[in-house]
């Protein structure tokens, strides 16, 4: 039941808005309008061709004007940023590089200590292993 009293709340809703709408865009009742807007339109239409009445611009038509300007200022300015981006990749992937391909503080150390020893002296085979761990 609620249901079909929202249906008529709404349709009696459209069409009070459908009635308000159809009062604001109809055409004028007077015949005479549009012959009296046609020559108002034509008058200064001459009137701006003989350079009498100047026509205030409006913000699209100068926003017009600046885009073809920016348009190419934005294409500048992508290529820069493409620039400085390729050559920050590159200058991170050079150092990477170099980080992984130098050789690091443990291949630069010298290699292990082999210490001969007597055969048969348990002390200094312990000191000899002790000496190759630590070398490493």
Do not use: C
């Amino acid at each position: 039941m609620d249901d079909q009293n929202d249906l008529r709340l709404a349709d009696e809703g459209d069409a009070r808005l459908g009635a308000a709408l159809r009062d604001v865009y109809a055409p004028p009742a007077d015949p005479t309008y549009w012959e009296g807007l046609e020559t108002r339109v034509l008058s200064l239409l001459a009137a701006h061709q003989m350079g009498i009445v100047r026509m205030q611009p409006n913000l699209w038509s100068v926003l017009g004007k600046w885009a073809a300007p920016g348009m190419a200022a934005a294409a500048l300015l992508f290529v820069v940023a493409g620039l400085f981006w390729t050559r920050e990749n590159e200058a991170q992937l050079q150092t990477t590089y170099e980080d992984v391909s130098e050789p690091s503080v443990l291949d630069t150390l010298p290699g292990a200590v082999h210490v001969v020893t007597a055969p048969g002296d348990g002390s200094s085979q312990r000191e000899a292993t002790f000496r190759y761990v630590l070398s490493h």
